[in-house]
């Protein structure tokens, strides 16, 4: 994810959530999701 954001500019990824599922007996699934964004510091 973060090589993901880095390749579209993004210096941080935010809004971060995993999601697991059973696809079958013995098999599951790990999805991991965010939003790439260009963080800046106030001021």
Partial sequence: MRAEALAMGANAVVGVRFTTSS???GAAEILAYGT???AEPEG
Avoid: I
Wanted: proline share 0%.
């Fill in 23 to 25: 696809v079958m007996q």
């Fill in 36 to 38: 790439a964004v260009v």
